[in-house]
């Protein structure tokens, strides 16, 4: 009984939640473009951030948790649907689906902290830190553009890479899933901002003269 009701007030606090960017929901449909650009928010994912030498044994092991570090700028490593995103030289951002989090998270947090037992590195629950948007289209590139520093030419910034950056004066993390699609991870209490400087951003390719 205490197991069943115990369940029962976790599906009661999830179903609670509001995401940072939850009342840009509709705003952010309005203002997709479909076939040019679209954008929404992806709440929730599970986020770890984990500092460790890659080199030591420690790092090691954490490596064979997440199915890799890695090794340079915008690398990004990982197995399935958990992917290790590149930070800095001994700093990385563990980024896997929100079932994880909620069904898993303890034991994956628990490998890491394991992993780290001889006191090399640290390992942190990021989820409620960031939240995240995702950009798809053939306008996604060319709407970043206008507020961020990145050469985001597909010749340089190709899919499957992440770089920390700024987008609108506001510092995120900006990861290219796929050709057309891009992760942006901000901190939570810029998500307001950012998301309205996307809205705004995309306003043009939402007018029907834009061919």
């Known amino acids: 009984m205490a197991d069943t009701a115990a369940s029962e007030n976790s599906n009661q606090i999830r179903n609670a939640r509001q995401s940072p960017a939850s009342h840009l929901r509709e705003a952010f449909v309005s203002g997709s473009a479909a076939g040019a650009v679209e954008l929404r928010e992806v709440p929730f994912l599970t986020m770890i951030g984990v500092r460790v ?57 628990q490998r890491l902290l394991a992993a780290l037992a001889d006191g090399q590195g640290q390992v942190v629950d990021l989820s409620s830190n960031r939240t995240t948007f995702e950009l798809s289209g053939p306008r996604s590139c060319a709407m970043l553009e206008k507020g961020c520093s990145l050469d985001l030419h597909p010749s340089v910034f190709k899919a499957g890479m992440a770089l920390s950056t700024e987008i609108g004066g506001i510092p995120a993390v900006l990861w290219k899933t796929a050709e057309e699609t891009y992760r942006i991870f901000p901190r939570a209490s810029f998500a307001e901002f950012l998301g309205r400087w996307l809205l705004d951003a995309m306003r043009e390719y939402a007018s029907p003269e834009v061919p």
């Open 53 to 109: 030498d890659p080199q030591t044994e420690a790092g090691m092991r954490i490596s064979s948790v997440t199915g890799g570090l890695p090794p340079k700028s915008g690398d990004v490593r990982g197995t399935g649907d958990t992917a290790v995103l590149w930070l800095g030289p001994e700093e990385f951002l563990v980024v896997a689906p929100t079932e994880v989090h909620e069904s898993l998270g303890t034991d994956l947090i």
